[in-house]
């Protein structure tokens, strides 16, 4: 009779997630069908190409603040590592380095912050929301120093450097193939790898981790590093697109990626959520910006909308947890 309350006890909390899921997918395609009657513009080419370039760019940050918040952490300092790859990447572009080279280079600067996150919250005992507000200050006047408080336009250097940020391949940009290996990439991890079982144990219950002789502080680190890494990689696509690097890229992305990880589902506390939920948040928030901004409403009511549904997200997955 116990196996039997414990086999529907389990089967609640996997059908509760279950439906969730499924109210999240409902919920943008339910803004999808209503931004298609609102605005005929919506379904056009062009529109779909921006959307899709749009969640490419913010969702490549996502899905490495995914790994963060699994654990139960945060970090807010994703938007002034873009910053200051942005501004570096761009400067060594002036100085006619290769574009592999600063690819390469960018990478390495966004390995050595998220690195350095890891380090002062594993190693420094310090809280990742200390840890990543104190980073995110100090990097973004890092930024504004290096670039002299302008932006750094590499396009007179006779450099092509476009195609990240401007090509496309079959008529779909090449960030969202990017983007797309980052999802798969991670979705492996995370799903199939010893690694990211790891991460979802550490999130549960970070002394049964420990317990169970998993290296929480290796896996804590691992986890700033790929957020350093995907931040990294999204100022490049970024200085690509635009061709400037800019000081201030990137502020605010914190807030947006912290968006669409916790509207995808996942756990304030860790240990639950998934790159699949991320993925659904980032199109619902991209989607519902394109479909404002195609309405003419403001940027400022644009994001008091976006902070509405973040609290209502944490409220529900709140609900659900208690329910299970």
Same mark, same amino acid.
């Given at each position: 009779?116990?196996?039997?309350? *414990?086999?529907?006890?389990? *089967?609640?909390?996997?059908?509760?997630?279950?439906?969730?899921?499924?109210?999240?997918?409902?919920?943008?395609?339910?803004?999808?069908?209503?931004?298609? #009657?609102?605005?005929?513009?919506?379904?056009?080419?062009?529109?779909?190409?921006?959307?899709?370039?749009?969640?490419?760019?913010?969702?490549?940050?996502?899905?490495?603040?995914?790994?963060?918040?699994?654990?139960?952490?945060?970090?807010?300092? #994703?938007?002034?590592?873009?910053?200051v790859v942005a501004v570096s990447c761009a400067?060594?572009?002036q100085k006619g380095v290769s574009p592999i080279m600063t690819?390469?280079?960018?990478?390495?600067?966004?390995?050595?912050?998220?690195?350095?996150?890891?380090?002062? #919250?594993?190693?420094?005992?310090?809280?990742?929301?200390?840890?990543?507000?104190?980073?995110?200050? %100090?990097?973004?006047?890092?930024?504004?120093?290096?670039?002299?408080?302008?932006?750094?336009?590499?396009?007179?250097?006779?450099?092509?450097?476009?195609?990240?940020?401007?090509?496309?391949?079959?008529?779909?940009?090449?960030? #969202?193939?990017?983007?797309?290996?980052?999802?798969?990439?991670?979705?492996?991890?995370?799903?199939?790898?010893?690694?990211?079982?790891?991460?979802?144990?550490?999130?549960?219950?970070?002394?049964?981790?420990?317990?169970?002789?998993?290296?929480?502080?290796?896996?804590?680190?691992?986890?700033?590093?790929?957020?350093?890494?995907?931040? %990294?990689?999204?100022?490049?696509?970024?200085?690509?697109?635009?061709?400037?690097?800019?000081?201030? %890229?990137?502020?605010?992305?914190?807030?947006?990626?912290?968006?669409?990880?916790?509207?995808?589902? %996942?756990?304030?506390?860790?240990?639950?959520?998934?790159?699949?939920?991320?993925?659904?948040?980032?199109?619902?928030?991209?989607?519902?910006?394109?479909?404002?901004?195609?309405?003419?409403?403001?940027?400022?009511?644009?994001?008091?909308?976006?902070?509405?549904?973040?609290?209502?997200?944490?409220?529900? *997955?709140?609900?659900?947890?208690?329910?299970?």
């Amino acid at each position: 009779m116990g196996k039997v309350k *414990e086999m529907n006890s389990n *089967e609640s909390k996997i059908l509760l997630k279950k439906m969730k899921a499924m109210g999240i997918l409902w919920a943008l395609i339910l803004i999808c069908i209503i931004a298609a #009657v609102i605005s005929p513009n919506f379904l056009g080419p062009a529109n779909i190409v921006n959307v899709v370039r749009s969640v490419s760019l913010n969702g490549i940050i996502a899905m490495g603040m995914t790994f963060v918040v699994l654990t139960g952490g945060v970090d807010l300092s #994703v938007g002034s590592i873009v910053g200051v790859v942005a501004v570096s990447c761009a400067m060594l572009l002036q100085k006619g380095v290769s574009p592999i080279m600063t690819v390469a280079a960018g990478l390495v600067i966004g390995i050595i912050l998220g690195l350095i996150n890891g380090i002062g #919250v594993t190693r420094g005992r310090l809280a990742p929301f200390i840890m990543t507000l104190g980073t995110m200050t %100090a990097l973004r006047g890092v930024a504004r120093y290096l670039a002299n408080g302008s932006p750094q336009n590499w396009t007179e250097s006779g450099i092509d450097f476009s195609f990240l940020g401007q090509g496309s391949m079959l008529g779909i940009p090449v960030p #969202v193939y990017i983007f797309l290996t980052v999802f798969f990439i991670a979705l492996y991890m995370l799903k199939y790898t010893g690694f990211g079982r790891s991460v979802y144990a550490l999130g549960d219950s970070r002394e049964a981790a420990r317990l169970c002789g998993i290296h929480t502080k290796r896996v804590e680190t691992m986890c700033f590093v790929i957020t350093g890494f995907l931040s %990294a990689l999204s100022a490049i696509i970024f200085i690509s697109r635009l061709g400037i690097g800019q000081p201030e %890229a990137g502020e605010g992305y914190e807030l947006d990626a912290l968006a669409m990880v916790y509207i995808g589902g %996942a756990s304030t506390a860790g240990g639950s959520g998934s790159v699949v939920g991320t993925l659904i948040g980032a199109c619902l928030i991209s989607v519902l910006n394109n479909i404002l901004n195609l309405m003419g409403i403001s940027p400022f009511i644009q994001k008091v909308i976006q902070g509405v549904i973040i609290i209502l997200a944490v409220l529900l *997955e709140r609900k659900t947890k208690k329910n299970s």
